[in-house]
């Protein structure tokens, strides 16, 4: 009872500070910041709890969209400068200290269903028409970066740029494991597996396990579960 009472009370709030630039489904929010710049920006939040997360959005025409699930999402920071914009995490994701930020035109990035996340992830994308796309029910242990681009400018002796942002897909069911990097332009097959301290330079085969830095393959025809090891 006084769950829903909160949502009442928090979406009134939200409601007045921002009108429809916000709407949620039956969210519970609780301490969360909202910086969202007036202009045609959309934050559509499903039906969760969701607890101790930022969302800033400068430009127009950005949208945000996060499904529904039965899990707390705590943490969650989604960072959009630009137009036309899109971050999509789907239904049931499991968040605990996600960073997104998206810097650009027409940029996307979009999760896939059954998404987990541990502590201090990351996951930048820059540049015009560009994207990083992860499949369904991936799972990401601690400290992983995962950019499709440089950051910063480098250019030749006439200034013309050199390190183009490149777009990162990874496919369904892939575990990447703690203090992994994943750089752009790469395609992760699904099923496969990163191992712990990783960093991911070329395209990642379906059903394999790479490791190293750069990582490399070390066994192919396997897969993976949730399960703990426990023999």
Request: charged share 20%; with cysteine; proline share 1%.
């Amino acid at each position: 009872m006084l769950d829903r009472i909160y949502n009442l009370i928090s979406s009134i709030l939200l409601n007045i500070r921002y009108g429809k630039s916000i709407y949620h489904s039956n969210a519970y929010v609780k301490k969360c910041a909202f910086e969202v710049q007036s202009g045609v920006n959309h934050i559509n939040l499903g039906h969760f709890k969701i607890v101790k997360s930022l969302f800033i959005v400068r430009g127009n025409n950005n949208k945000i969209s996060i499904g529904d699930t039965t899990q707390e999402i705590f943490g969650l920071s989604i960072k959009v400068y630009g137009n036309d914009n899109v971050v999509e995490i789907k239904n049931k994701a499991v968040i605990f200290g996600l960073r997104i930020v998206v810097r650009g035109e027409d940029c996307r990035v979009v999760i896939g269903e059954h998404f987990t996340e541990n502590i201090n992830c990351m996951i930048t994308c820059m540049g015009r028409d560009n994207y990083i796309i992860i499949g369904d029910d991936c799972m990401l242990s601690e400290n992983i970066d995962i950019w499709n681009t440089d950051s910063h400018q480098i250019t030749d002796i006439d200034g013309k740029t050199i390190n183009n942002s490149k777009p990162i897909i990874i496919g369904n069911h892939v575990w990447i494991g703690k203090n992994c990097t994943v750089l752009k332009g790469v395609s992760i097959g699904d099923n496969s597996i990163i191992g712990m301290s990783s960093v991911v330079t070329k395209n990642i085969d379906a059903n394999s396990i790479y490791v190293g830095n750069p990582a490399r393959k070390v066994k192919d025809g396997v897969s993976w579960n949730r399960n703990y090891v426990t023999q």
